[in-house]
T-cell receptor
Framework: GAVVSQHPSRVICKSGTSVKIECRSL??????MFWYRQFPKQSLMLMAT?????????EQGVEKDKFLINHASLTLSTLTVTSAHPEDSSFYIC?????????????FGPGTRLTVL | DAKTTQPNSMESNEEEPVHLPCNHS???????IHWYRQLPSQGPEYVIH???SNVNNRMASLAIAEDRKSSTLILHRATLRDAAVYYC????????????FGKGTHLIIQP
């Protein structure tokens, strides 16, 4: 199998606080993990690419100081939304690429719904 | 990434086959055709991918046109659980980049 989990599945926080979201590959090693964001009735937008042991690469328009990504092991990446504001409310989804992948198929987590009050 | 074009929505009846089309006239020789689907309030799920030959797996079949400018995802016997947004995405083989999602096709299954 290729199972990816995310925690928490849902979080509500006050404006100005920070929120950490974990993404784990449960039964495989993932050299690369990706973070996406999805606003209501829109498609997924890639935010950043995270490689184990190195700094994340952010897409244009995504603030790296606001969305902190850490990929400390081959099975865990974390996304921290710092000083969250209501406009950061969204569905955050991670995916993982197997270290042995030849075709770049990705396996997605179930998503984390963030609501900032 | 090369662009893909899919119908916004399609409707089918339960237990009937569904053919979801995707046009990709600017596909390059190294691009693989990937399909993902996203059920409501969930993360996307990998469905199938192919390069030139038709592909089958337990979820679906992928039929690729001879000129590779279009492809069709086939669900042989749709169930209510197949109601989702289906995305057709092109990616070079061996790459490690994130995926570019278009709007996809919203598949509605009628009981």
């Amino acid at each position: 199998g290729a199972v990816v989990s995310q925690h928490p599945s849902r979080v509500i926080c006050k404006s100005g606080t920070s929120v950490k979201i974990e993404c784990r590959s449960l039964d495989f090693q993932a050299t690369t993990m990706f973070w996406y964001r999805q606003f209501p009735k829109q498609s997924l937008m890639l935010m950043a690419t995270s490689n184990e042991g190195s700094k994340a690469t952010y897409e244009q328009g995504v603030e790296k100081d606001k969305f902190l990504i850490n990929h400390a092991s081959l099975t865990l990446s974390t996304l921290t939304v710092t000083s969250a504001h209501p406009e950061d409310s969204s569905f955050y989804i991670c995916s993982a690429r197997k270290a042995t992948s030849r075709y770049n198929e990705q396996f997605f987590g179930p998503g984390t719904r963030l609501t900032v009050l | 990434d090369a662009k893909t074009t899919q119908p916004n929505s399609m409707e089918s009846n339960e237990e009937e086959p569904v053919h979801l089309p995707c046009n990709h006239s600017t596909i390059s020789g190294t691009d693989y055709i990937h399909w993902y689907r996203q059920l409501p309030s969930q993360g996307p799920e990998y469905v199938i991918h192919g390069l030139t030959s038709n592909v089958n797996n337990r979820m679906a079949s992928l039929a690729i046109a001879e000129d590779r400018k279009s492809s069709t995802l086939i669900l042989h016997r749709a169930t209510l659980r197949d109601a989702a947004v289906y995305y057709c995405i092109l990616k070079p083989g061996g790459g490690a980049d994130g995926l570019t999602f278009g709007k996809g096709t919203h598949l509605i299954i009628q009981p």
